[in-house]
């Protein structure tokens, strides 16, 4: 005899499909789900299915959309382009209010390692909105690490000869955060990086 | 304009309906549930709608089944009655593998504070169960906190005038801690209740 009845053990199954879910996780998720009105429920099930239904990508930008065109690319100023590795990067982005332009998802970066080439991202997707004219500036924004590095450093060696911008977004000590507690790494970028005051 | 298109947002929202989920939680689950196959959604979806619909309470103890009466109820030893607060409780038991009588679901414990009065839990059903006859034990395993002790006191207080052994799981130091860390209470109670070797 299994510890859960059939459709709870289902369910708690599914759970751990989630990112960093675990059985202990799953079951406490799969009870709150039982005590739920079942109109809840259906609501829940819905969204889901909806959210996968409905959700595709930009045919500009490779982003998350519920249209052809994304809200970012039917708006914004174009002739700056910030190209990031997945969705929720464009995401973080907004969250700086910072940036104006529009975004280029990569869906993904070259990672020799995981067998993923230059062919893999959709590289040949950015170049050929460049070709489309009026781009003046690319901003690399993927992840400080090796393949995020290295994705950059493809790109712009791509991009520099056409005669258009390519910029890096900028390392260095997190705001709020303590001298202390930098790694060597981002302390010794943010000293060659250091700017007049 | 929304930090979320429409369909990720509502399914972002959905999640955190879930224990624990805050936005940042949900917002990677929603994005897994899109990096998902549609099979793999729509699984997900059926088996939280079938979770709901299947899932019901043991007409006897009150414990989750899909059936009329559980596998427990209809299989073991109905002589000794484990008394627990909620269906996981059972669960928790049952992964001790040390008792094999059935279980008596009380679905919340008598709480002033929150207006839980002894009406409200499935104390009636439980003196229902005695009345049939043939029950000789009740062992009182709702959590050691003031409303689980409260409620294992009133309800011992009900059973023991019908002559019915009414019992408490021990309190003691967890095994495989350290004395150090139990805390006064735990330690006070482990002395107390101390066992000759």
Redesign the interface.
Known sequence: ?S??????G??I??FT????VGAK?A????????N?T?D????????????????RYCSVCGN???RET??ICSTRDSSVICVVKE??DV?AM??AHEFKGVYHVLHGTISPMEGITPNDIKIKELLARIAQGGVEEIIMATNPDVEGEATAMYISSLIKPLGIKVSRLAHGIPVGSELEYADEITLSRAILDRKEI
């Open positions: 005899m510890a859960f009845i059939e459709p709870i289902r369910l199954n599914q499909k989630l990112p960093g996780t079951q406490r998720y799969a009870y709150k789900v039982i739920m079942e809840e429920v259906k609501e829940f099930a819905e969204s889901l299915l909806k959210a996968k239904s409905e959700v998350f959309t519920d994304c809200d969705p929720k995401l907004e969250k």
